[in-house]
C-alpha cells in the first residue's frame, strides 16, 4: 500500500520539481547576467528552498541542528558524509549565508535545467573524475578561490554515495588539496541521516515520509592541527559516529 501511494506522491513531485527547475533557470540567468553575483545566489538560495517544499509532497521533513556559532568572515570546509542528491539542497539552504560551493563531476555541468547552470556559473567546480589531469588543478585552483572569497567548500569524502545509509571509508586526497589551498579555514563536519530512504525504491517511486536529518559538529581551526592525518581521522569519527542507517 505505501508503495502504491509513493507512484502517485513520486508523480505530483516530479511535476513539480521539474516545474522549479524550469522557472527558476531563465530567473538565474537574468540575475547573473544583469544584477551579478548576489542576486544569482539569492535566486539559488530560493530554488533551494523550493526544491525542499517540492520533496515536503513526499511527506519529507527536514531538521538542521546547529549549536555553533560559524564565522562568516573565514572561509569554511564544509565535510558531510553523502546519502543522495537530497544532501546538496539542506545543505545550501540552512548553510546559504557561508555561500557554499560544491566540488561536483562535471556530467552534472549540462543537461539540467537551472542546476547545471549554477554548477557552472555559481562559484562550485566541475571534474572529470577519472581525469586526474584535469581534476587535480581544477580542485586547486577551487581552493584559491574559497580563501580569497572567504566562502564555504562543500566535500563529500566517501567519493560516491551510500545506497544503505551506511558510511564509507574517506578518500583523503581531496581534503588534502583543501587544506593545502585554503589554510585559513574551518573545518565544519555534518552529519547526514536518511536522505538516502528517498530512494530505498530506487528512482521511481521515491521513497515517501521520511526525516532527513544534518547535524553540525564542532567546527575545527585548520591552523589548530600539525597533522592533517589526525584531523581527518577527527572529523571521519565526529561525521561517522553520528549516522543512524
Same mark, same amino acid.
Given at each position: 500500500?505505501?508503495? =502504491?501511494?509513493?507512484?502517485?506522491?513520486?508523480?505530483?513531485?516530479?511535476?513539480?520539481?521539474?516545474?522549479?527547475?524550469?522557472?527558476?533557470?531563465?530567473?538565474?540567468?537574468?540575475?547573473?547576467?544583469?544584477?551579478?553575483?548576489?542576486?544569482?545566489?539569492?535566486?539559488?538560495?530560493?530554488?533551494?528552498?523550493?526544491?525542499?517544499?517540492?520533496?515536503?509532497?513526499?511527506?519529507?521533513?527536514?531538521?538542521? =541542528?546547529?549549536?555553533?556559532?560559524?564565522?562568516?568572515?573565514?572561509?569554511?570546509?564544509?565535510?558531510?558524509?553523502?546519502?543522495?542528491?537530497?544532501?546538496?539542497?539542506?545543505?545550501?539552504?540552512?548553510?546559504?549565508?557561508?555561500?557554499?560551493?560544491?566540488?561536483?563531476?562535471?556530467?552534472?555541468?549540462?543537461?539540467?535545467?537551472?542546476?547545471?547552470?549554477?554548477?557552472?556559473?555559481?562559484?562550485?567546480?566541475?571534474?572529470?573524475?577519472?581525469?586526474?589531469?584535469?581534476?587535480?588543478?581544477?580542485?586547486?585552483?577551487?581552493?584559491?578561490?574559497?580563501?580569497?572569497?572567504?566562502?564555504?567548500?562543500?566535500?563529500?569524502?566517501?567519493? =560516491?554515495?551510500?545506497?544503505?545509509?551506511?558510511?564509507?571509508?574517506?578518500?583523503?586526497?581531496?581534503?588534502?588539496?583543501?587544506?593545502?589551498?585554503?589554510?585559513?579555514?574551518?573545518?565544519?563536519?555534518?552529519?547526514?541521516?536518511?536522505?538516502?530512504?528517498?530512494?530505498?525504491?530506487?528512482?521511481?517511486?521515491?521513497?515517501?515520509?521520511?526525516?532527513?536529518?544534518?547535524?553540525?559538529?564542532?567546527?575545527?581551526?585548520?591552523?589548530?592541527?600539525?597533522?592533517?592525518?589526525?584531523?581527518?581521522?577527527?572529523?571521519?569519527?565526529?561525521?561517522?559516529?553520528?549516522?543512524?542507517?
Amino acid at each position: 500500500m505505501q508503495k =502504491t501511494i509513493a507512484y502517485i506522491l513520486t508523480s505530483i513531485y516530479a511535476f513539480f520539481f521539474l516545474l522549479t527547475l524550469v522557472i527558476f533557470h531563465p530567473i538565474q540567468w537574468f540575475c547573473f547576467n544583469v544584477l551579478g553575483y548576489n542576486a544569482h545566489k539569492k535566486s539559488v538560495d530560493w530554488l533551494q528552498f523550493f526544491i525542499m517544499r517540492c520533496t515536503n509532497i513526499l511527506g519529507t521533513r527536514y531538521t538542521f =541542528t546547529n549549536s555553533y556559532k560559524i564565522s562568516k568572515n573565514q572561509p569554511l570546509i564544509i565535510v558531510a558524509n553523502h546519502q543522495s542528491m537530497y544532501d546538496i539542497s539542506p545543505i545550501m539552504w540552512y548553510m546559504r549565508k557561508h555561500h557554499p560551493k560544491f566540488i561536483s563531476k562535471q556530467e552534472l555541468g549540462k543537461g539540467i535545467p537551472s542546476v547545471s547552470y549554477n554548477l557552472r556559473h555559481g562559484g562550485s567546480v566541475l571534474i572529470d573524475r577519472k581525469n586526474p589531469r584535469q581534476s587535480l588543478p581544477a580542485i586547486l585552483k577551487f581552493g584559491e578561490y574559497i580563501e580569497e572569497t572567504k566562502r564555504a567548500a562543500v566535500i563529500f569524502p566517501e567519493g =560516491t554515495r551510500s545506497k544503505n545509509g551506511y558510511p564509507k571509508p574517506f578518500q583523503t586526497k581531496g581534503l588534502e588539496m583543501l587544506f593545502k589551498k585554503i589554510p585559513s579555514a574551518i573545518i565544519v563536519p555534518i552529519t547526514i541521516n536518511n536522505s538516502w530512504k528517498m530512494l530505498r525504491y530506487g528512482k521511481f517511486p521515491m521513497g515517501i515520509g521520511n526525516h532527513i536529518q544534518l547535524t553540525v559538529h564542532e567546527p575545527l581551526k585548520l591552523t589548530n592541527f600539525e597533522d592533517k592525518q589526525e584531523l581527518i581521522k577527527q572529523i571521519e569519527t565526529a561525521i561517522s559516529s553520528s549516522i543512524k542507517p
